[in-house]
């Protein structure tokens, strides 16, 4: 029997425990996630935010700049649900647009860094040696630099070559360079360490001792059996990217009026807090349920992938 022939024999034996094992580890996570309604209600909040961010244009009444000189700064009403800001446009249109911004840096951010973080740490943790220690210097030297230092810094040298003509565009990409500097560091390690972990296990040194390749071993073996802390670092990463993305707009690096995101609503709201609350209260409200429903998200994931929780269900 030749070498090939041995390995789709060792192929056939694995494959169907493997793939129960698989299944049932999804399937109990699954119905331990569904036993924490906070975490179930969070995701259908996220989902729903999601939805009125692609759907933004149909959802608000007014477009983000459409002024309204004989409604300058009014209060709750039918007409405008959460009022006017101090050029007369409604605040419930600009904070449904200002959805799309914070939303796409959160998510599409949190998907960059998930790729090169994978990717990073997979290498250093599965090649090991002076490749390893190398790799991980560079993260530790990289991470000992203030993240807001960091932010600024690309965020400015990013507008400096000032590649978009479109201003929203401009600091769309710019802040999603900012945050992926530093973003994937976190998930670089966490992924360093379960291939540490994974790479010591019987089922890969005997895909090894059967003459199986390395990349094949670490897409076949290693990266679905670390999916579940990963899918747990991103619930805990996106509002962290928003949250930034809040923060750089409010203090001007961010988005720049009139287009309009949640920091951007929230700086606009700031000047006139003793006058006028509810243009803060609305952005403010937005940013707190976002954060609540993605932590308690992640930690209702953090529980339902916990092998400890197991007898649990």
């Not at 425990?17 to 569904?34: E, I, M, N, T, V």
């Not at 906070?38 to 244009?57: D, H, K, M, N, R």
Request: one cysteine or more.
């Amino acid at each position: 029997m030749s070498s090939a022939d041995v390995l789709k024999l060792q192929n056939r034996v694995d494959k169907a425990p493997q793939q129960k094992a698989s299944k049932s580890l999804w399937y109990d996570a699954w119905k331990r996630l569904k036993k924490s309604h906070a975490a179930v209600i969070s995701g259908y909040f996220i989902v729903f935010l999601c939805l009125v961010a692609i759907f933004a244009e149909k959802i608000a009444p007014y477009t983000f700049d459409e002024q309204n000189i004989d409604n300058i700064l009014a209060v709750p009403s039918s007409l405008h649900w959460l009022g006017t800001d101090d050029l007369g446009r409604d605040l419930f249109s600009r904070l449904v647009f200002g959805a799309q911004m914070s939303m796409s840096v959160g998510i599409f951010t949190a998907i960059f860094s998930l790729a090169m973080g994978v990717l990073y740490g997979a290498i250093s943790g599965w090649v090991g040696g002076r490749v390893d220690a190398f790799l991980m210097r560079i993260v530790d030297i990289l991470d000992s630099i203030p993240t807001l230092v960091l932010l600024i810094l690309v965020k400015i040298l990013f507008d400096a070559v000032n590649i978009f003509a479109d201003p929203k565009m401009r600091a769309l990409v710019g802040v999603l360079m900012a945050l992926s500097v530093f973003g994937w560091i976190l998930i670089a390690r966490v992924v360093r360490g379960q291939v540490l972990q994974v790479k010591s296990t019987l089922y890969v040194e005997a895909a090894q001792a059967l003459g199986a390749s390395s990349h094949w071993i670490v897409a076949r073996h290693v990266l679905p059996n670390i999916l579940g802390p990963l899918i747990v670092v991103l619930t805990f990463q996106i509002p962290s990217n928003i949250l930034f993305e809040s923060f750089l707009s409010f203090i001007g690096l961010g988005l720049q009026p009139p287009y309009s995101s949640w920091g951007v609503l929230a700086n606009a709201g700031w000047k006139t807090i003793k006058s006028y609350p509810h243009l803060i209260i609305a952005p403010g409200c937005a940013l707190f349920f976002t954060m609540l429903a993605f932590n308690l998200l992640g930690d209702g994931l953090r529980d339902a992938f916990d092998p400890k929780m197991r007898n649990r269900i």
